[in-house]
T-cell receptor, first 110, second 115 residues
Framework: KQEVTQIPAALSVPEGENLVLNCSFTDSAIYNLQWFRQDPGKGLTSLLLIQSSQREQTSGRLNASLDKSSGRSTLYIAASQPGDSATYLCATGANSKLTFGKGITLSVRP | GAGVSQSPSNKVTEKGKDVELRCDPISGHTALYWYRQSLGQGLEFLIYFQGNSAPDKSGLPSDRFSAERTGGSVSTLTIQRTQQEDSAVYLC?????????????FGPGTRLTVT
């Protein structure tokens, strides 16, 4: 059974800092990995999807990497802003379902 | 274009009542998924539809939970004889073709509170 872990559960950084959010998973037999953002009381917004054959994806200030062999993914956020404050979830895709981590709640201080 | 929509956005019901939650996927998306987000459990998969059939119902927590999809579009998740532990946010997602190379797009969710 796939297990997805995101540590730490919460993170507070000053504005402008570059930061890395980590995600680890136990079963490397995945089709893809998705990073989502969730604002309080809202649904999920897809940020980046990395297919199993890819190593990384970039969108604006965000860069996500995938290392299937080690069961790790990272989400890099450059020059963080207060508007980046949210919960970030990673999820692995396999066997017709996504398996989610518990998320990292990010707070960017002005 | 329009995203995934869900209704109602909030539902408060008494223990023992039945509830129906609706999901309208993105037009043209053949795959539809239901997930549940609760405080203790995080986000959990419930069921997956490809067209009108549900090849994977493995996440449904009990036989009180059922779902159907008609016309390859709208889906309804039904919870019978609701219990307090059913309180959660129910999220629906859709994707194109259902291949796992394609992104899942999520709706805003239905917050269910069982009193």
């Amino acid at each position: 059974k796939q297990e997805v872990t995101q540590i730490p559960a919460a993170l507070s950084v000053p504005e402008g800092e570059n930061l890395v959010l980590n995600c680890s998973f136990t079963d490397s037999a995945i089709y893809n990995l998705q990073w989502f953002r969730q604002d309080p009381g809202k649904g999920l917004t897809s940020l980046l999807l990395i297919q199993s054959s890819q190593r990384e994806q970039t969108s604006g200030r965000l860069n996500a990497s995938l290392d299937k062999s080690s069961g790790r993914s990272t989400l890099y956020i450059a020059a963080s802003q207060p508007g980046d404050s949210a919960t970030y979830l990673c999820a692995t895709g396999a066997n017709s379902k996504l398996t989610f981590g518990k998320g990292i709640t990010l707070s960017v201080r002005p | 274009g329009a995203g995934v929509s869900q209704s109602p956005s909030n539902k408060v019901t008494e223990k023992g009542k039945d509830v129906e939650l609706r999901c309208d996927p993105i037009s043209g998306h053949t795959a539809l998924y239901w997930y549940r987000q609760s405080l203790g459990q995080g986000l959990e998969f419930l069921i997956y539809f490809q067209g009108n059939s549900a090849p994977d119902k493995s996440g449904l927590p009990s036989d009180r939970f059922s779902a159907e999809r008609t016309g390859g579009s709208v889906s309804t998740l039904t919870i019978q004889r609701t219990q307090q532990e059913d309180s959660a946010v129910y999220l629906c997602a859709s994707s194109f073709y259902g291949s796992w190379s394609y992104e899942q797009y999520f709706g805003p969710g239905t917050r269910l509170t069982v009193t």
